[in-house]
């Protein structure tokens, strides 16, 4: 059964066969830091599942703009035409809290903290990017090649810690 450790600190997100880790990959989370409250650019912490698999039929460097194709593939003069986009590449793995109160709906004082609502991914980004840095807004940044070969490996449903 596969499952998904991604490591904040050591920006590194591993993949479990039972118990067994069968590959480490590099990430980069959120320059902001760890955090569950909507608004925030923190990377959310705990129990999560891969709620939604999004891209699978489209090139690499395909862009996405609300989870949708928008029909450009990303390329230098892409980047330099829109230099204020947070880029969104390749395959999106959307993820959903588990811990209500936490991660998924809202905390006892009101504050949205669900993971799912704060539109958090697991996602390509421009290679140009680097990978084991603190850089996103919150998602899940990986090189186009891992986050397509991870968005084989997985499926629904799989489970995600996030510590």
């Known amino acids: ?15 479990f066969d039972d118990d067994k880790a069968i590959q480490t990959l590099s990430v980069s989370t959120a320059k902001n830091g760890t955090g569950q ?3 925030t650019g923190c990377t ?7 709620s939604d698999k999004i891209g ?6 395909a862009v996405f703009i609300g989870r949708v194709f928008t ?14 986009r947070d880029w969104i590449l390749s395959r999106i793995l959307w993820l ?3 811990e209500d109160g936490y991660n ?11 993971t799912h609502a704060r539109h958090i991914y697991i996602h390509g980004t421009p290679d ?24 084989d490996v997985v499926h629904v449903g799989v489970d995600v810690l996030i510590v």
């Open 104 to 114: 998924l709906g809202k905390t006892t004082d009101g504050m949205l903290c669900d």
């Open 128 to 151: 140009s990017e680097p990978m084991g840095v603190p850089m996103s807004h919150g998602c899940i940044r990986m090189t186009n090649d891992d986050v397509m070969w991870l968005y």
């Open 96 to 98: 959903k809290g588990l």
């Open 1 to 15: 059964m596969i499952t998904l450790k991604i490591d904040t600190t050591t920006q590194t997100l591993t993949v």
């Open 44 to 50: 959310p912490l705990g129990k999560h599942i891969i």
């Open 56 to 61: 699978g039929e489209c090139p690499k460097n």
């Open 71 to 84: 029909g450009e593939i990303y390329d230098d003069h892409l980047r330099q035409a829109n230099p204020d």
């Open 37 to 39: 409250i909507e608004n």
